[in-house]
């Protein structure tokens, strides 16, 4: 997408597409994800634990994406999927567990023994995080907030080298507060409840960090489970209109483990079950040649995982 | 309510039916943590133990109490426990649902919140916790733990914090390996200097007994056992050396009636089916 306006970068600022104000395009997730999500880029697949875009990470999976910097307040099972299939090499996040059931064991296998390839981390709280994202959305270079003080968290540096957290003092008060660099994702894939047909998008229930994810990030994908003629109003929906969205795909049940409220309930079951699925290397493979590959690809060509449970 | 009794209570082990009738510890410690919360109050709420207790103090001598999770949901009131933090229940009963952004800097930041409920994977002698890595660097960890979530800021911000850990060597050490969140620092004026708001852990609830912070040095002081648990037991089970209160209490079992609300609560784990 067009990044600039009058000769001005505005990509680090605001998602501005471009100046003629696109609609969204409704379009296969294979294309959606074909489009916006490139070998290199960083991506931010947001939901809290509602409205995971699974089948998007699935897909992203599928095109055999590489040296992806992923970016997400809570990379539970989707980023397991991601990390164990060797799409990512580096990791923004607050907090990394599946939740209810233990740790994350693709994520601890990248962690701890580079397997299928070393991971870096960027570690923050989600309140960082939520803030990081605030920051992305309003056009700031950073938020400020109370919190990291005394931690460990404060003294690490970003995956740039440079801090991405910072003592900065209130100049009314003089109080010392914390200040969190923005984050500008070049990508923000999110999972809805449904979209009209011009592509405005709409999600109720726990809304998390979405919203700010998308108008952070310079190209977005919304997965819904269905385009509408209309959008009638629901309790408490949040919408975002056809001219912040690059990309709406149509994706019946494509936050499956996790659920889109008023369409299907959480899968708990299937986390349970991502357990000992991901306990193990090869266990993981299997699971990603049937259920992610299919019959088509054989599994992870060239990422080194295709090797076999080797430390 | 019937008094404590001493008597030949077997002590609680980690798991199964070990404690006076047929009683786990982890049944043990979820009714002690749920006493500690009372009517009225506003509870942030952390995922597995914390919300177990939470959700008993609510069907039982807590009816009022604001439960608040993370997700955003703001007076969730399931009526099982929810797997994860943001499970459909939690949003369908809750009395708003806000954005994440929004529940940590509209409702926890300013102080509205009365007590932050959380767990450990390691906690020292100040209360300090430790949920990001096992091992000597963080770059190279042993063990790669989920990482920090709401916890430093639910530490920080909150009016009072109680945690919630099973005690083990393992999980009561000198010193933690990683400051996630803050306790009481390096002890006494430590938050004061940070500028953490709250003040700090009020209570840390074990599956041997109760700890709380000497006014004093803020160091984590055995205040309270379960029946049929000794000192050497606890000590025998904290990596470092454990002061003992002048006046310890034993902590009575779960009432039937909190038992029976507990397991009601937990007979269909993480269910979220249409009900």
Redesign the interface.
Known sequence: MVARWQGHDVSRCVHLGTWQEDMAEIVSLADAIERTVHDGDSVAMEG???LIPFAAGREVIRQRRRGLTLIR??PDVIYDQLIGAGCASKLI?????N???G??HR??DA??NAWPGPLGLE?????GM??R??AGASGMPFAI?????????DG?TGLSGQPVIQPITCPFTG??LTAVAALNPDVAVIHAQRADRSGSVQLW?????Q??AVLSARRSVVTVEEVVDELDPRP?AIVLPSWVVDYVAAVPGGSHPS?A?GYS????DS??AWDAISRDREEFQRWLADEVFGREGGPLAGTGAAEGGHA | MTATRSGPASRPGPSGPSGPGGVTADEMMTAAAARALRDGMTCFVG??LPSAAANLARATHAPNLVLIY????IGAKPGRL???????I???TADA?V???EI??YW??PGRIGIGFLGAAQIDRFGNINT?VIGDT?AQ????L????????IA??CREVIVVVRQSRRSFVDQVD?????GF?DGPG?RER????GAGPRKVITDLGVLEPDPETCELTLTGLYPGVSVPDVQARTGWELAVSASLDVLRPPTAAELTALRRLQAVP?????A
């Open positions: 809290f634990t509602h307040m809570t996040f607050g907090w990394g567990g939740p209810g059931v740790s994350l994520f601890r962690v701890e570690e923050h709280s989600h309140a939520a803030n994202y605030v907030m109370r919190g990291y003080t005394g931690t460990g968290l690490l109080e010392r229930g726990i809304t998390g960090v919203k700010e408490g659920y409220l309930v959480r899968d708990n986390y349970q | 995922i597995g993370e997700s955003g949901t929810p797997l994860s933090i943001g499970d459909g939690l949003a369908e649902v954005s994440v952004p940590f800097n926890l930041q990001t963080y960890p042993k063990v790669r989920p990482g920090a979530g709401g916890a430093p800021e920080a911000s990683f400051v996630t969140s803050v620092g430590s940070l500028g953490l708001a993480g269910s979220e089916g249409a």
